[in-house]
Structures are given as C-alpha cells and as structure tokens.
C-alpha cells in the first residue's frame, strides 16, 4: 500500500500525466515479476559510474596491462607506434592526444573519451571480443593503466584501482555537450 | 502534350510544380487503365486437350504446405540484404561488421518483413535460450523484480506500429563527395514493424520506483553487454519491452527474446538481449554514449545523447538501383518518419528544390513510424533532381544538406536526416547527387 502511494507522489512530479491513466489499467492487472535475489543482479548488471561507483577490488599498473595487451589484444589491436591498417580498422586505441585546430580529429581514449571509467567499464565487459570476462578484475585495471598511460593521460608508475582510477582526468572531460533534453541553440539546423 | 503521351483517364496536363509533377490526386482517383488486350475466344479445338498452352504451375498440383512458409524463389537472388565482403584477416579473426541493411528499394507498404529488418550488433548475435534468460529491474526501486519470457508473455501487451532507425544510417552523406553506394547502402539501416510488447511503464510500476529517479540504465546480455541510458521521462512515456515482432517472437538479431524498445529514439538505445535495467539517477556514460553514437561539431564540440530522431524522408522509387527506361508516367514514392510524431506532409520536387509539389500521403498515419508518400511524374526525357522533404505534427521541416552541415560540419558522423537528392541524366541513369 505504501509503495503504492510513494509512486503516485512520483508521477505527480513528471511531467507526464499518462502514468496516472496507465497505473489505473495495471491496477486491474495481476503482476508476475518475481523477486530479484542479489545473485540475479550480479549475474546482469555490469555497469560502472565515472564517480567509481560499483568498481571491483583489485588493482593493476601499466607495466602489467603492457604484457597482458600484446598477448589478449595485440592480434587485433595495433600496439603504440605499428600501423596494420586491419587493425587500425577494427579499432584504433592509441592516438592524437591534442585536438586543437584539427577538425576531423581521431576519437581514440586520450583525445574523445571524456571519463576514465568508461574505458574499464567497456573492456571488461566487451574485450578481448572473443572472450570479454575471460580475465581479472585486476587484469582489467592493468589494461585500463595501458590504455591511459599510453594515451598520455596516467605515468608509467601510475597504479588503478577503485579509488584511483575514478580520480583520473581525462584530457577531453569538457568537450561533450547535453543534447537531451534539447540540443542547445547554437547546434540546432537552421531552416 | 503529344498525342502518344496522352495515357487513358488520366490529366497530364494537372501541374502542381516544374518538371512534370503532377496533381497527387490523379492516382487516386483514376487508375491506369490496364493495356493488355483481353484473350479473345478463338476457334474450336476439335480433340486437343484444353490445356494446351498452359503453365506447369496450372497443370500440375503445387508443392505441400513447409511449417514455416518461404518466399518464391525468383525474388531470393534479387531482394536481400547485401552483407558486404571483409578482408580474410577480419574473417580469420571472427570478426565482421555486424551489419544487414533492409533492401528499400524492393519494398512497398510501411511494413518490414522480419527477414528484411535492418540488423546492427556490436559483437554478434547472441544464442539464448529463453528458458535461461530473465530481465532484472532494480537500482532505486522499492522491489527488484525479475521477468522470463513467460512472465512478459501474461500481461496485456500493446502492439504498434513503430519505425527503428540506427543513429548511423545515411552517414555517408556526410562525405565530401556524393556516394555512388546502392540506396541500401545509404539508407538501409531503417524498417518499419508492428511491435508487441509489455509497457515498460507497468513494470517500474510494479517494482516501485523512487521519485528521485532520472535515468534508466540498460545493459543487455550479448557478448559486449550493449549498455544505454534511458531518461526516465522516456521510460515512462512509450519504451516497451519488445517480445514480439509482427506477431511472432523477436528475432534473435533483433534482441530474441527480449529488448528494449524506445520509438522514435536513435535505434543503439533499444537494447536488445535486455537482461538489467538498473534504475538510477544519472547517466552511466557507456562506451556507446561516449566514445560512440556522439556528434562532433564544428567547434571540436561533441553532442551527447542525442536521443529523439527528426523529422526525415527518402524517395525509394526511383532511386539508384532502377533507371527509366522511355519517357512517360512514373510514379515517385518513399518513406518519411518523425521521432516525435506523426508525418504531417511530404513535398516533393524534381527540380532540385526550386519548386516543389505536396505528396499523398497513405493511411493510416502512425506516431513514430513510416508513412508512404508518392505522386505522379510525367518525365518529358531531361536531366531531373528528385528530391523529398517531410514536416511532422510539431511544424519541424526537414532541412536541406547545406542547412545540417551549415549547423552541425561533416565530422558529426551520426544523425544524418537532410533531404537527398536522387539526379536523373537524360538517359534514365539515376545517381545519388548533391543539390
């Protein structure tokens, strides 16, 4: 009952007033969810926040994501400096790492990505393509420091963990711009 | 208007802009009268068999019912999805482009059939047993809940009509130099269907979500787990969870056997595989809402969650794939599409935007989904550009090329809606041009 009257209070603060209607229709209908145990959840939910929310213990350093890249990712991933042109096409991870006055400018991890999260984010879930989830948490740190340090962002000495890896600053963290809920004026298509 | 142009109960001569277009309401009103001259009854057979001069099909019993049914085998080589060639090293790596793009050109209607859709994954199709699989809804809700198939399958679900469109179809027209692509290649990654789902609504309803709710956070359970963030606002309004398409149960490269599904919203947010909704209150910044699915603009600025689509047309007839063979009627059509809403008019022109002529437009009209547009042409043999551009309910226009890039460069590389330009030579060629 009470949960019932904490989301009415909820859609009386949105702004769209057809949940009121559709909550009407579904009071009529039974319910068939059944309840999520905390392993269901870590089974699915991967996510992690750029405030470091939901990062794992563990910890890694660039020395360690060196090794771990040429052996995991190097068959398709160009290492710093090589130029397989089917590598660069699959995914270029190392790059210009200053964009000023270069308009068509590469989008790698040290000139386009604005959070450090985001890359542990990614390649744990989805790296190395035919196995993701095949390595570490700790693993996954090294390849994250790699990643950064070889894309200018972290030193060589740098360690990645939970606390660190959310304080690291990535060169491009202000070159995004909110298009929802309107893209601001000076981007909209004049007619 | 020469005699051997002149077609039976039809003006002509009922212009409604230079170039040839005709009045849209000619073909509605008057069909072409079929030139086929009927068999007449010839003389007596004497003793032949009646059947003489008759197809195999009609004197021979056809082949039994299949369990699930095919097309005929004349259209398997001509109406497909072209899936491009990989260098060998992609393909000794495993690795593809992940992409099929729905043949336009070969249809008609709204309507995509399932083997047509457009396909777009980041690392494969994923195998699922639907016994084996479930959604969770938690993060700031009162009560996780999890749902299989079966759960989904017991609540009343809604069907529309909705299109989907990937956030990075037509982006070649961003290039500097018109593209000589077939009209797949440029606009392909868009189809129309009859989706069935359960409201996403009811669910979040179920599990009770706190007001200081903002975003949703989808991750789905293919290898790469595609995650998005949904706002909440959208959530609410008419994301679903897709279970069926057309009917029957999605198809694996569509998201079998659950999905996300956000009309009107880039198609990477209608996260398919769904397996977590993470109810929070701020964005994740995925990879793909970050890194990927971004805008660049001119000033090295990048736009981010660009989530409603506008308002856009293309003409599917004639486009590249066909060429007009003699002078004479022609009938142009194609699809047009808002993000937000209802398709309110289509113009077309064949002049290259200097006049232009209003479309039919076939009913019904749905939110959120493709709606065919056609008029007469007569072509007198010249040079000609084709051109089509759509207004939605809320008074937005479509703009031209120059007027996206004007506004946005040509390193967006997403979002590409601009009206295109379909030039015809004298000879009947038909190229995509910029006009």
């Known amino acids: 009952m009470s949960m019932r009257k904490t989301l009415i209070i909820a859609s009386l603060l949105l702004p769209t007033q057809h949940l009121l209607f559709s909550q009407l229709a579904n009071a009529q209908q039974s319910r068939f969810g059944e309840p999520a145990t905390q392993k269901d959840i870590d089974k699915s939910f991967w996510s992690v926040f750029p405030d470091g929310e939901f990062l794992p213990e563990g910890e890694g350093n660039v020395a360690t994501g060196r090794v771990l890249f040429k052996e995991q990712c190097n068959i398709c991933h160009n290492m710093p400096g090589e130029s397989d042109p089917v590598k660069d096409d699959i995914g270029k991870l190392f790059g210009v790492t200053d964009k000023k006055g270069k308009p068509n400018v590469e989008q790698t991890i040290g000139s386009y990505w604005p959070y450090s999260s985001t890359v542990f984010n990614y390649i744990r879930r989805a790296m190395p393509l035919l196995a993701p989830m095949s390595l570490t948490n700790s693993d996954y740190y090294s390849l994250t420091a790699y990643l950064l340090h070889e894309n200018g962002v972290i030193p060589e000495d740098a360690v990645m963990n939970k606390d660190t890896l959310p304080k690291v600053e990535m060169p491009n963290k202000d070159g995004f711009i909110m298009a929802y809920p309107k893209v601001p004026e000076q981007y909209e298509v004049k007619r | ?435």
């Open chain 2, 1 to 435: 208007m020469s005699k051997d142009k002149k077609l039976p109960g039809i003006d002509t001569t009922d212009h409604v802009a230079k170039g040839g277009l005709l009045n849209r309401r000619l073909f509605l009103t008057s069909s072409i009268a079929s030139t086929a001259a009927l068999a007449t009854a010839s003389a007596a057979y004497g003793e032949d068999i009646i059947g003489e001069g008759q197809d195999d099909w009609t004197i021979y019993p056809g082949t039994d019912a299949l369990e699930y049914s095919d097309r005929s085998r004349f259209e398997v080589e001509n109406v497909k999805r072209f899936i491009p060639n990989f260098p060998q090293k992609f393909l000794d790596l495993r690795l593809t482009k992940y992409v099929a793009r729905t043949p336009l050109d070969h249809l008609l209607g709204t309507i995509t059939p399932n083997g047509l859709h457009f396909e777009r994954s980041h690392q494969g199709i994923p195998d699922i047993d639907p016994d084996k699989h479930f959604l969770v809804i938690h993060g700031m809700v009162k009560n996780p809940l999890k749902y299989d198939i079966d759960a989904l399958e017991n609540y009343t679900t809604v069907s529309r009509h909705h299109y989907l469109e990937c956030s990075g179809n037509s982006q070649v027209l961003f290039q500097e130099t018109p593209t000589d692509q077939p009209i797949q290649q440029i606009h392909g990654l868009v189809s129309g269907t009859e989706w069935t789902g359960v409201l996403l609504s009811t669910l979040l309803d179920e599990c009770g979500i706190s007001p200081d709710a903002k975003w949703i956070i989808a991750e789905g359970a293919d290898n790469g787990m595609m995650t998005r963030s949904i706002p909440i606002d959208k959530a609410l309004d008419d994301t679903m969870i897709a279970i069926r398409q057309n009917g029957e149960r999605i198809r694996p490269s569509q998201g079998y056997p659950m999905r996300l599904y956000t009309p009107g919203y880039e198609g990477n947010t209608s996260v398919k595989w769904l397996r977590s909704l993470y109810v929070s209150d701020r964005p994740v910044m995925s990879a793909q809402e970050t890194a990927k699915y971004t805008d660049m603009m001119p000033d090295n600025k990048a736009l981010q969650f660009s989530l409603e689509q506008d308002v856009k047309s293309i003409i599917t007839r004639p486009s590249n794939t066909m060429s007009l063979k003699k002078k004479g009627l022609y009938e142009i059509t194609g699809l047009a599409w808002s993000g937000k809403g209802k398709i309110s008019r289509v113009e077309v022109s064949v002049d290259g935007g200097q006049t232009w002529g209003d479309a039919a437009l076939e009913g019904p009209i749905h939110t959120k989904m493709l709606t065919r547009f056609r008029i007469p042409w007569m072509w007198e043999g010249g040079s000609a550009i084709l051109q089509s551009r759509a207004y939605d309910e809320f008074g937005r226009i479509q703009p031209t090329r120059k007027e996206l890039i004007d506004a946005r460069g040509r390193n967006a590389f997403y979002h590409f809606h601009a009206v295109q330009s379909w030039g015809v030579s004298p000879n009947g060629e038909i190229k995509n041009v910029y006009a």
